[in-house]
């Protein structure tokens, strides 16, 4: 069959399910497959307590739990649909009990995959359950702080100064070779120890540089979920490096600056709304707006650089940020895998304009930008 027989062939296998496989074949790919699994763990409610005439005997994957669900809806479904399949979910099946009772949530284990969840679904949420999920992201929040502080932190810190001392004694810059030499004194060559009387820490370089801006543009569709939680982790803790001036703006079809939120990444979450559409040059536009000293500025872009605006615009935009002067970074993902998912077309040509292009976790990102302001 051609591509729109297929096409068609594959809406109505999803529409029928399983029992048309002997009618319309083997029509699905993978997305299709992951489509009918999202379908299937909803509508095959409808068969009530104990049925599940579609899903008997199957070598499928073990079931998926709700915030599971709720992130591959998002992911494999266009806004339109997933509308109605969170309706439905909440109105008609009740399936996200866990996102709109207060006690059940607060019995559950906090996650990458929860805290996600709760930013797709917040704005259906009351105030009592909004109030419990806003606690939930904090605890999640607070583990990924202290996972990533000391690695985005670190490109910072400056280098140790092997010539000079210091008397602040910091683990990281204690020198193990000087400490021996200062201590064989009190060698004891029966027991076979040394007594440690006197630490030697070195003193540390500040690298002089003067303060640079870092613009980070963070796409709000669905997709860029994971990314959009690291973005604002390490925004904050830009935030509080003093040879950075950290702006902080999100966007979908409209532009929200949050730099204001910077250094308080739970109130960042808690105003990202998750999905919509995309307009990456208003994006780069308001970018623009923002750089004053294009020598000491880096717009750091994080997309799958899929435009739903016009694209002449978007890469006119990204020109004259590089041509201007300062630095253009496209991040397909910002993670703990850096493992994208992008349009490669439109990835290539902001290459051709003098852009960086990739994916990173937030301690490569820390040490890009720390290379830059040296």
């Given at each position: 069959?051609?591509?729109?027989?297929?096409?068609?062939?594959?809406?109505?296998?999803?529409?029928?399910?399983?029992?048309?496989?002997?009618?319309?074949?083997?029509?699905?790919?993978?997305?299709?497959?992951?489509?009918?699994?999202?379908?299937?763990?909803?509508?095959?409610?409808?068969?009530?307590?104990?049925?599940?005439?579609?899903?008997?005997?199957?070598?499928?994957?073990?079931?998926?739990?709700?915030?599971?669900?709720?992130?591959?809806?998002?992911?494999?479904?266009?806004?339109?649909?997933?509308?109605?399949?969170?309706?439905?979910?909440?109105?008609?099946?009740?399936?996200?009990?866990?996102?709109?009772?207060?006690?059940?949530?607060?019995?559950?284990?906090?996650?990458?995959?929860?805290?996600?969840?709760?930013?797709?679904?917040?704005?259906?949420?009351?105030?009592?359950?909004?109030?419990?999920?806003?606690?939930?992201?904090?605890?999640?929040?607070?583990?990924?702080?202290?996972?990533?502080?000391?690695?985005?932190?670190?490109?910072?810190?400056?280098?140790?100064?092997?010539?000079?001392?210091?008397?602040?004694?910091?683990?990281?810059?204690?020198?193990?070779?000087?400490?021996?030499?200062?201590?064989?004194?009190?060698?004891?060559?029966?027991?076979?120890?040394?007594?440690?009387?006197?630490?030697?820490?070195?003193?540390?370089?500040?690298?002089?540089?003067?303060?640079?801006?870092?613009?980070?543009?963070?796409?709000?569709?669905?997709?860029?979920?994971?990314?959009?939680?690291?973005?604002?982790?390490?925004?904050?803790?830009?935030?509080?490096?003093?040879?950075?001036?950290?702006?902080?703006?999100?966007?979908?079809?409209?532009?929200?600056?949050?730099?204001?939120?910077?250094?308080?990444?739970?109130?960042?979450?808690?105003?990202?709304?998750?999905?919509?559409?995309?307009?990456?040059?208003?994006?780069?536009?308001?970018?623009?707006?923002?750089?004053?000293?294009?020598?000491?500025?880096?717009?750091?872009?994080?997309?799958?650089?899929?435009?739903?605006?016009?694209?002449?615009?978007?890469?006119?935009?990204?020109?004259?940020?590089?041509?201007?002067?300062?630095?253009?970074?496209?991040?397909?993902?910002?993670?703990?895998?850096?493992?994208?998912?992008?349009?490669?077309?439109?990835?290539?040509?902001?290459?051709?304009?003098?852009?960086?292009?990739?994916?990173?976790?937030?301690g490569q990102l820390a040490r890009w930008v720390g290379e830059k302001i040296r």
């Amino acid at each position: 069959m051609d591509e729109g027989e297929l096409i068609r062939a594959q809406r109505w296998r999803l529409t029928l399910g399983p029992e048309s496989d002997d009618a319309l074949g083997p029509c699905l790919d993978e997305t299709g497959r992951g489509r009918d699994r999202v379908l299937a763990f909803l509508y095959d409610r409808e068969y009530g307590p104990g049925r599940n005439t579609r899903r008997s005997g199957s070598l499928d994957p073990s079931s998926i739990s709700v915030p599971e669900w709720i992130n591959q809806a998002s992911e494999l479904f266009p806004t339109e649909s997933l509308e109605r399949l969170e309706r439905d979910a909440l109105e008609r099946y009740e399936l996200a009990q866990m996102l709109a009772d207060p006690e059940v949530l607060s019995r559950a284990q906090p996650s990458m995959s929860l805290l996600e969840a709760v930013l797709r679904t917040k704005n259906l949420m009351n105030a009592e359950v909004l109030s419990q999920a806003k606690r939930m992201v904090a605890k999640v929040v607070e583990e990924l702080m202290k996972k990533l502080s000391a690695e985005v932190r670190a490109p910072f810190s400056g280098t140790r100064d092997k010539n000079r001392r210091s008397f602040a004694k910091v683990s990281r810059n204690f020198d193990p070779r000087r400490t021996i030499g200062l201590n064989l004194k009190h060698w004891d060559p029966v027991a076979k120890r040394m007594l440690l009387e006197e630490l030697y820490f070195n003193s540390r370089v500040r690298r002089r540089a003067d303060k640079w801006r870092i613009i980070i543009l963070v796409d709000e569709s669905g997709s860029m979920a994971s990314s959009v939680i690291h973005a604002a982790v390490t925004a904050s803790v830009f935030w509080g490096i003093k040879a950075l001036d950290s702006r902080l703006i999100i966007f979908d079809t409209a532009v929200v600056d949050l730099s204001d939120y910077c250094s308080d990444p739970v109130e960042t979450l808690m105003k990202v709304q998750l999905g919509g559409g995309t307009d990456i040059g208003a994006a780069l536009g308001y970018a623009l707006g923002l750089i004053e000293d294009p020598r000491r500025t880096m717009v750091v872009l994080i997309s799958d650089f899929a435009e739903g605006g016009p694209e002449r615009i978007m890469l006119e935009r990204a020109r004259a940020i590089v041509e201007g002067g300062s630095k253009l970074l496209g991040l397909a993902a910002l993670d703990d895998k850096a493992m994208p998912c992008y349009d490669r077309r439109m990835a290539e040509n902001l290459v051709r304009l003098g852009a960086e292009v990739g994916a990173m976790t937030p301690g490569q990102l820390a040490r890009w930008v720390g290379e830059k302001i040296r």
